[in-house]
């Protein structure tokens, strides 16, 4: 499915949008970090938990659960809030 | 070039040997490479432009590998290598993180504070303590990281490492962790909160080394918990001698003794004894310097009056000196956080130091006579001066 990625992880994908495999959230996350290594760790945590700053969005519609099942014609957002100066 | 870092060996480099400075600040990093003479310098950054950069530092065994302690401000921390002094950086493949528990109740690093090469005889080897509290190990050069030892999850250090309520602004830390140059089995750590431990038999037990330290009025002071120290370091010349700045005044430990002397109360009284960092002379184990800062009322967290200056010993605590000449007299309200202030193995031995306004600043006569050599950096977080190992 497509995956837009948000520019403060541009530095792994080297564009806006990638290409990545999964049933779920957590699937397309692990394919992602097989693609480019590292980046999974940048969104979720050691816990499992997504970071503070980062939401997901499928088709449209922000979602919080990792296991939120994913259609391979899908679109998933991933978007970085910004806080702070 | 082969390369080494400063504190951590004590041998005096070739008179033509040049100075590198690793530059950590809350918005990039920077290299700035010195001429022979310590005089002019050429910045080499930004690195990492808008990550929180905790530190920086060098491999002393193979005067090659960098390591930097990274985190943007909105994603999860990690830490880069480059071994063609950053021309190329890559990210380690397992950064530090801590034991995943199911019952959602784990902790989560928020970034590495500190990084500390392994000993010399352990190649690839490093140390890196993280906020909050955890101690990290690679045995491959960064690449790969793994919880060190059992503090992060052993009952008791939990409880002395409190939660991030008890911790400083910025979370509650590990830091100074320090090997015996002469025993790869001896090593030190420090916790702001949570004291100063020491293992002998590689990290397997730790025991608290909290004779002689002072705590905040009003404190239980046999409670770890409560015990702030800010820095550590160990006397290349003399490793069974240590100094301490801590929350609560400036310490001398002289081992096998496990008491920490105070030295800090023949500081000035209108200056104080509060500080950051801690900084000691490659060959001579009775020279230290400190950074006096504001710790009173509400900790203001500058320099004392407005009036930054150096202070230094040469009789292992007795008496301190003001060190002040060339840096502003008056209206600089900045200071110098804890690893930002190191020393280089010149003789005379240049000091450096970057402030939290940004500007970095030497003496290339061990504090006699200040400079600034760059201004309007980013916070600086951290310092370290590298020298080429041979001439």
């Not at chain 2, 990274?70 to 380690?92: M, N, Q, V, Y």
């Not at chain 2, 209206?331 to 202030?341: D, E, F, S």
Request: glycine share 10%.
């Amino acid at each position: 499915m497509k995956v837009l990625i948000p520019s403060a992880l541009r530095s792994y994908t080297e564009q806006g949008e990638a290409e990545a495999r999964g049933a779920t959230i957590a699937d397309v996350l692990v394919d992602l970090d097989r693609l480019y290594p590292g980046i999974r760790f940048r969104m979720i945590d050691e816990q499992e938990k997504i970071r503070p700053h980062i939401r997901f969005f499928v088709d449209g519609e922000q979602v919080r659960d990792l296991a939120h099942p994913l259609s391979a014609t899908g679109e998933l957002i991933i978007v970085q809030a910004l806080s702070g100066g | 070039m082969a390369l080494s870092s400063g504190n951590q060996v004590a041998q005096k480099p070739g008179a033509d040997a040049q100075v590198l400075l690793l530059v950590a600040t809350r918005k990039g990093a920077w290299l700035y490479h010195g001429d022979v003479a310590r005089k002019t310098w050429r910045a080499d950054g930004p690195h990492f432009l808008g990550q929180i950069i905790s530190h920086m530092l060098l491999d002393p065994r193979d005067g090659r590998t960098l390591l930097a302690a990274a985190k943007t401000g909105h994603l999860g921390p990690t830490i880069f290598r480059s071994t063609d002094f950053g021309r190329s950086w890559k990210e380690a493949a397992q950064p530090p993180a801590f034991s995943t528990v199911s019952d959602g109740k784990g902790r989560t690093v928020d970034h590495t504070f500190w990084l500390a090469p392994g000993h010399a005889d352990e190649a690839d080897v490093w140390y890196a303590g993280t906020s909050p509290q955890g101690l990290f190990r690679s045995t491959d050069g960064g690449v790969t990281w793994a919880p060190f030892s059992s503090i992060n999850d052993d009952p008791q250090y939990r409880k002395w490492m409190g939660s991030a309520q008890d911790g400083t602004p910025d979370g509650p830390k590990v830091h100074s962790i320090i090997v015996d140059p002469r025993d790869t089995q001896h090593m030190y750590f420090a916790m702001s909160g949570g004291g100063v431990h020491e293992t002998v038999d590689a990290g397997r037990t730790f025991t608290p080394i909290m004779k002689g330290l002072d705590v905040v009025e009003g404190f239980d002071r046999s409670d770890y918990t409560f015990h702030d120290p800010h820095c550590i370091r160990l006397c290349p010349s003399n490793p069974d001698r240590l100094y301490q700045q801590n929350h609560c005044g400036i310490y001398r430990l002289d081992r096998p003794s496990d008491e920490w002397v105070n030295i800090g109360k023949s500081m000035p009284k209108e200056v104080g004894d509060i500080g950051f960092p801690m900084v000691v002379h490659p060959r001579d184990a009775n020279t230290a310097w400190v950074f006096p800062m504001d710790g009173t009322r509400v900790w203001p967290r500058t320099s004392p009056g407005g009036k930054p200056a150096a202070y230094v010993t040469r009789d292992a605590g007795q008496s301190w000196q003001r060190l002040d000449a060339g840096m502003p007299k008056d209206q600089a309200w900045w200071t110098v956080k804890r690893q930002a202030m190191t020393a280089d193995r010149h003789d005379p031995v240049g000091l450096y130091f970057g402030t939290t306004s940004g500007e970095l600043w030497m003496s290339g006569n061990e504090g006699a006579q200040w400079t600034c050599i760059a201004r309007h950096l980013p916070e600086i977080y951290a310092v370290e001066a590298v020298v080429a190992a041979s001439a």
